[in-house]
Nanobody, 120 residues
Framework: VQLVESGGGLAQPGGSLRLSCAAS????????MSWARQAPGKEREIVAS??????????SYADSVKGRFTISRDSAKHTMYLQMSRLKPEDTAIYYC????????????WGQGTQVTVSA
């Protein structure tokens, strides 16, 4: 399993960024994936999740980003995205993607992270 994030950088308050998570080594569309972030001195928190359902992907967001961030994935490209809009300084953090691989022992894999800084 390999996850590689990209798209981070510097944005102004109110601006937008789109993060990408290129995935390989697992059945991309079948497993739950998430975006999480970790700000300096704070615990890592899940901000958006997506998981497979026969009726369509099930998506959830943390209250802090609801209405501003959108998670999506492209199965053909094996890539998950996080569209971030109306960014705030408190969104500054390292952003990580993860995948939960079920099995006899559930395994969670993480990417290396991409830095997002929101500042004027």
């Amino acid at each position: 399993v390999q996850l590689v994030e990209s798209g981070g950088g510097l944005a102004q308050p109110g601006g937008s960024l789109r993060l990408s998570c290129a995935a390989s080594g697992f059945s991309f569309s079948s497993y739950a994936m998430s975006w999480a972030r970790q700000a300096p001195g704070k615990e890592r928190e899940i901000v958006a999740s997506i998981r497979f359902s026969f009726r369509g992907d099930i998506i959830s967001y943390a209250d802090s980003v609801k209405g501003r961030f959108t998670i999506s994935r492209d199965s053909a490209k094996h890539t998950m995205y996080l569209q971030m809009s109306r960014l705030k300084p408190e969104d500054t953090a390292i952003y990580y993607c993860n995948v939960v691989v079920p099995g006899p022992v559930e395994s969670i894999y993480w990417g290396q992270g991409t830095q997002v800084t929101v500042s004027a």
